[in-house]
């Protein structure tokens, strides 16, 4: 179904951009920089939140769905040129708005404009992408594109949002600009982990999931009804968020409905991925499908924890735990187990396509060596989930230790992720039969 689809030239130089910025997120975990050893709400949190959301998550979704978008619709993108532009703006906007927030948080000197600066370059970045993608997805509405679609509304919002902070912040945005800066920030972070994030990563994880296991592809009818509870989550949350800024009261209102809507969300996702697993013909599973139900389970905890924290009355105080556990329990830990699959996927593509039925060619699962990696991938969630813990416990130290293990596991994992790339496992006689070219690190010949 992939055979013959063309191969996004950008999509490496995403990913590659992508883990560079985890790595600094990482670094200033272990450094103390931001939540814990900072307030929550403090410039230099801000600094950690982004390079997170923007720099990895950010990146890497818009690496992968350059690739994928057209493979769910089966239709090329509306156009190849949009995405290393955007890819520029993205990078260089990031770079403003961090500096943007160390200097409010004065660690450099002030230069507050640095803020709407960054603000306008992200939005033509996320534009660029929004376009292309939304363009190409709107042609065939259909299953999983629904969900990018959903996704990219919610990046829309979370974008206008992060803009109007950004002006308010800079001084130039007036009452109204100071009012939705004093509330909005809730609003803002749910759009974007819960709306642009998450719906998309669900939707590309329907595809991917039953395009690796060899499964039928789930349910229209199924997907849908979870496609509605997420997208209403989102939308009670900016629309109903909005007005209650104008009302200046009901916020807490507001997300209690959406949070409902959220779990039963998360719930039938759960659904349609065990749905997928039972009906799959690959019996044996691959090292990026154990490591996915690993994140699926990172969800569920995250699912659950919300709840008791809200019935214990102590969400507020442990904010950051949970948004932690969203973030490097289901969002990181699936983005990475989909890019060591997706890599070598598209390596093998790239290097063994044009050669097919000429030269016996390796199979995708000679280019990985699943042994070494799973324990990079152990090391990786399991100091995610004692991160989790320590952040609970209020334990900013033991927090350090465990960013310093969870970047042992990454490393671990990028650099199985670079052997695959370069086909360094790939078996001698096997590696570049007549005709075929060694790929290049960080973009796709073609
Ligand atoms: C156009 C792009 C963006 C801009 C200009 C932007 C800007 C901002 C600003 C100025 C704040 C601080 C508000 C305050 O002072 O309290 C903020 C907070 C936040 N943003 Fe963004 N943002 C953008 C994109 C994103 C994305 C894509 C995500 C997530 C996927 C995100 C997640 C967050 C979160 C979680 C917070 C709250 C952090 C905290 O209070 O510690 N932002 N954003």
Not at 120 to 127: Q, T
């Amino acid at each position: 179904m992939m055979i013959g689809a063309s191969i996004s030239r950008w999509t490496m130089t995403y990913f590659a951009a992508a883990l560079a910025w985890l790595f600094v997120a990482l670094a200033l975990m272990i450094a103390g920089v931001g939540y814990p050893a900072a307030d929550i709400a403090s410039a230099d949190t801000l600094v950690l939140v982004h390079a997170v959301c923007i720099g990895w998550l950010s990146l890497a979704m818009c690496g992968a769905l350059f690739q994928f978008v057209p493979v769910l619709v089966a239709k090329p993108l509306f156009s190849e040129k949009s995405a290393l532009p955007a890819l520029i703006l993205l990078v260089v906007g990031l770079c403003a708005l961090i500096a943007g927030f160390l200097s409010l948080g004065g660690r450099l000197p002030p230069a507050l404009w640095l803020l709407p600066l960054g603000a306008v370059l992200l939005v033509a970045g996320f534009g660029l992408v929004v376009v292309d993608l939304g363009l190409t997805a709107w042609l065939r509405p259909t299953g999983p594109a629904r969900f990018v679609l959903a996704g990219l509304a919610s990046l829309v919002a979370t974008a206008v949002f992060g803009s109007v902070f950004a002006f308010a912040l800079g001084g130039w945005a007036g009452s109204f600009g100071d009012a939705v800066l004093a509330s909005g920030v809730p609003l803002h972070a749910i759009a974007g982990l819960g709306g642009w994030l998450t719906l998309t990563a669900m939707g590309v994880s329907y595809r991917l999931l039953s395009m690796f296991m060899l499964a039928p592809d789930p349910d229209d009818r199924r997907t849908k009804v979870t496609l509605i509870a997420g997208a209403l989550a989102v939308a009670v949350t900016v629309i109903g968020g909005a007005l209650a800024i104008d009302l200046a009261s009901g916020l807490n209102v507001v997300l209690s409905a959406a949070a409902v809507l959220g779990l039963l969300c998360a719930a039938l996702y759960g659904r349609d991925v065990a749905a997928i697993f039972r009906t799959r013909k690959r019996r044996q599973l691959e090292l990026n499908m154990r490591m996915a139900t690993l994140s699926f389970a990172s969800l569920g905890a995250t699912a659950f924890l919300g709840v008791a924290l809200v019935a214990a009355g102590a969400f507020s105080t442990h904010l950051g735990a949970f948004a932690f556990l969203a973030i490097f329990g289901w969002l990181s830990g699936l983005v990475l187990a989909k890019l060591y699959k997706i890599v070598a996927f598209l390596t093998w593509l790239e290097t063994y396509g044009p050669v097919m039925g000429r030269a016996p060619t390796p199979r995708v699962q000679d280019l990985v060596a699943e042994g070494r990696a799973t324990k990079w991938f152990a090391i990786y969630y399991l100091s995610v989930w004692a991160g989790a813990l320590s952040l609970l416990a209020a334990e900013p130290f033991a927090f350090q230790i465990t960013a310093s293990a969870m970047t042992v596991g990454a490393v671990g994992v990028v650099s199985e992720i670079v052997r695959i790339r370069r086909l360094t496992d790939v078996e001698s006689g096997l590696r570049l039969p007549a005709g075929a070219v060694a790929p290049c690190l960080l973009f796709a010949r073609n």
